[in-house]
């Protein structure tokens, strides 16, 4: 008997080369629960490019880098939104939605970044450094936010530090990311010492490695990759700048140094592209499943909320970078 049913063969049709047949079965089941929840509860699911295949392609309405999230959680026409990413990011989308409903499938899905920084370390800062402006990227918490002149993403963080017109900023807490920002731009960039646990782990020697075995590969690395990984690579960006990357220039063989499941989700769109796939897994962002998606919208859980007094200073942080 054939393990994929006819009802579900469309969808298994995107996500055929990254899934074995024989695993479908266990995840059309959840699929077709959720794609009926979404309609019962005019639901929608924002999905980071780091979530499975089977969450990105087969039940996910809006996808994209923290920036794209960020803003198209702003124009969701929905009662519900599940965030398919980490809660800071669900944290985002309540601030920029406070009428609706944001829930996060499960409430582990942390981030190393946002743990590596409190609110009272920023304005232990803001007296150490007086009048300098906290840029804070979106890796952290609503209370870190709260505490921060303007937030950024990989994706606009050269932007947001140059849109503020002054000699020196603080930019927090991913010290690899402010560092690489600082080779790009003549604003002095005062670092914290937060890294991520998934890019951190990339070496110049991983690269090295990768173009004597794979002679040719194009290297894109996250810009969360410490400053010498990323001054090896051919290019560094957000992660939906490295998915452009690979639409525009399609490169005959690529190779993307970030989440794991990244390179799944991009080659399934690039079937003539060959992925190389060293890659480090988050195992935060892994804590979102189709199964506790489902329960999520059954169950309507985990309601993401946030103090009101801590929103509204947040929610302006995030709003000015969106203005830039
Ligand atoms: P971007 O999707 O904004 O590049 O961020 C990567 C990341 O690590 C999010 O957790
Ligand atoms: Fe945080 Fe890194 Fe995981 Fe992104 S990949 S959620 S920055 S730990």
Redesign the pocket.
Known sequence: MSAILPSSAALYDRVRRVIPPIEWPGFAGDIDAILDLKRQRNAVILAHN?QTPEIFHCVADIVGDSLALARKAMTAEADVIVLAG?HFMAETAKLLNPQKTVLIPDLRAG???ADSITAEDIRLLRQRYPGVPVVTYV?TSAEVKSESDICCTSGNAKAVVESLGVPRVIMLPDEYLAQNIAAQTEVEIIAWKGH????ERFTPADIRELRESHPGVIVLAHP?CPPDVVAEADFSGSTAAMSDYVERQKPPRVVLMT?CSMSDNVALQHPEIEFIRPCNL?P??KRITLTNIRVALEQNRHVVSIDPEIASRARLAVERMLAV
């Not at 991520?196 to 890019?199: F, I, K, L, P």
């Open positions: 780091y980490v981030c190393s970044l890796n991520c646990e998934v890019h969360e989440e988050c935060h962002m």
